[in-house]
């Protein structure tokens, strides 16, 4: 399969986070939790030779399955997407009124045996239990192999003997033996429940039953890691061990702290152990959290003392979310790996060479709201504070279309531009209700608009400012601040930066972005 989108370069010129880095090596010389404060959950790790990597849940997003790499387990960076599409279907493609949100592709596995790479997902959006393998992680080519039935939140497995296999459920949790190459679960093979209500061990009053499999073996047992949820109580991780892969296992709690949980553990060259895993931090998202960790009685010992430490005795600078998030300036013909669409797009109407310097976005299709644009381009949103902004040139527009930048979720907000009677104007929408109001609006008389979104995270304020300027220095705040919230079933992803256009009237008008700037100050 082929990747359409160059590697991302770090800490470019000029941009932002070469300062920043300067006072974190003044001030930080062991790294923090969370180590990247960004949506990045339901992580799974892997260590070749002295190089770590890592995928995580994206869900409806394309490209997919991000592939991050690091060298000391807490600076990581950009390398790869396990795939282009997930699927071709009016879901993903935000059709008659389908979407994906919320679904997509969730908890993934990755995996090394035999010089060949391996991630594992599911999607009940395609229907199908996924599985990609490479032999360069970094570069593809990628492989996709598809069965059917849906394996949920899987865990892929290849014992000693030879045989493949995949750990998934939820409640119960269960194995089904893969055929040798992949293609589907063994007719013959082992199929059956490992480990029945997992989460019990945690509580028999439970709100979330165990899901979220990790699997390893450690000196000859078998550990499966899962998270559950007792009624009252946070997020748990619970692992269960035993000496055959199909047991019996036994149980017990292995971290109660703040709802860290779900990830993986993973040693390092040097014969440290640590675990891997995220937060629920409110509109943010879910952010990865490193713990240091210890066998004791053939059982993994989580964090010091039961707690996840805020600081790591990790003699290294924590440059934070710097190697998944970028500017850009769209001056190439691919886009770094930083991007993500919301849902497939359409590559017939975006271009970063028809005006060279610029990213189109040209309306192909009729649109209700930004929620169901296509060719929305994203990246993440980070804390504690993040400002995102962007010059948007208005020439190419036409009756009815709207262009602009969101910070998209659920309940998103929006500064941008509409045509309307062939007028332009600047205006604010806020679906902080769930249904889009326009707040304000303000004529516009020139084709160029510099558009900026705040973010604030700090102590879970969760709020987003909205800002434009007629010169690209002097900022006005436009509208009200919207009070971001993290959308549990619908969006089930931290807030997202984008840029959309959409036409209400008429197909083939367009919008020019200049570029895309990201900050880790905003305007108070």
Same mark, same amino acid.
């Given at each position: ?144 192999? =598809? ?20 750990? &998934? ?31 019990? /061990? ?73 675990? &891997? ?23 993994? /010992? ?18 934070? /979310? ?30 970063? =060479? ?60 929006? /500064? ?40 604030? &995270? ?67």
């Amino acid at each position: 399969m082929k990747t359409r989108y160059s590697v991302l370069i770090i800490l470019i010129a000029g941009f932002f986070w070469s300062s920043c880095s300067g006072k974190q090596q003044e001030q930080q010389q062991t790294a923090q939790n969370p180590v990247i404060h960004a949506d990045v959950p339901d992580i799974s790790i892997i260590r070749v030779d002295d190089t770590y990597y890592m995928s995580s849940t994206t869900m409806h997003m394309s490209p997919g399955v991000p592939i991050m790499k690091s060298k000391d387990l807490v600076n990581w960076e950009m390398v790869n997407y396990a795939y282009d599409t997930l699927a071709n279907n009016e879901a993903l493609r935000l059709e008659n009124g389908k979407s994906a949100y919320g679904k997509g592709s969730w908890a993934s596995s990755l995996r090394f045996q035999n010089d060949t790479f391996y991630v594992s997902t599911f999607s009940a959006t395609s229907g199908k239990t996924h599985i990609y393998k490479t032999r360069d992680i970094e570069n593809g080519p990628w492989e996709a192999i =598809t069965f059917e039935p849906v394996l949920h939140d899987n865990s892929l497995f290849f014992d000693d003997d030879g045989k493949i296999y995949l750990i &998934y459920g939820g409640g119960n949790i269960r194995i089904a033996e893969l055929k040798e190459d992949l293609s589907g679960v063994k007719p013959d093979g082992i199929n059956q429940v490992i480990v029945p209500d997992a989460g019990k /061990v945690a509580s028999e009053n439970l709100m979330l039953h165990a899901e979220g499999s990790q699997i390893i073996k450690h000196n000859g047992k078998y550990y499966i890691f899962n998270i559950t949820w007792p009624q009252g109580g946070m997020r748990t991780v619970v692992v269960h061990r035993a000496d055959q892969i199909t047991g019996p296992y036994e149980g017990k709690v292995a971290l109660q702290d703040r709802g860290i949980a779900q990830g993986s553990i993973i040693d390092t060259p040097e014969g440290d152990w640590y675990a &891997y895993m995220f937060r629920d931090y409110g509109s943010v998202g879910r952010m990865p959290y490193i713990m240091p960790m210890k066998w004791e009685n053939e059982w993994p /010992v989580l964090g010091i003392d039961g707690k996840v430490p805020d600081t790591l005795d990790i003699a290294v600078q924590n440059i934070g /979310v710097s190697g998944i998030v970028t500017s850009d300036d769209f001056d190439g013909n691919k886009l770094p790996l930083a991007w993500q669409w919301n849902h497939n797009p359409d590559d017939r109407y975006w271009s970063l =060479t028809e005006r060279e310097g610029y990213l189109r976005l040209t309306n192909g299709r009729i649109d209700d709201n930004v929620e169901q644009t296509r060719n929305t381009l994203t990246q993440r949103t980070f804390g504690p504070v993040s400002s995102a902004s962007t010059l948007l040139e208005a020439q190419g527009m036409k009756d009815g279309d709207v262009a602009g930048l969101v910070a998209l979720q659920k309940r998103y907000g929006f /500064v941008g531009v509409e045509m309307e009677n062939n007028s332009k104007s600047i205006f604010m929408v806020s679906a902080e209700t769930e249904k889009p109001v326009e707040l304000e609006t303000i004529p516009l008389e020139q084709d160029q608009i510099w558009l900026k979104i705040d973010c604030d &995270y700090r102590n879970r304020t969760d709020k987003a400012w909205f800002y434009y300027s007629l010169n690209g220095n002097d900022w006005e705040k436009i509208g009200e601040p919207l009070q971001m919230a993290y959308s549990l079933p619908q969006h089930f992803m931290g807030y997202r930066f984008g840029l959309f256009s959409f036409a209400t009237k008429e197909t083939g008008g367009y919008v020019d972005f200049d570029y895309f700037k990201i900050s880790d100050e905003i305007t108070e």
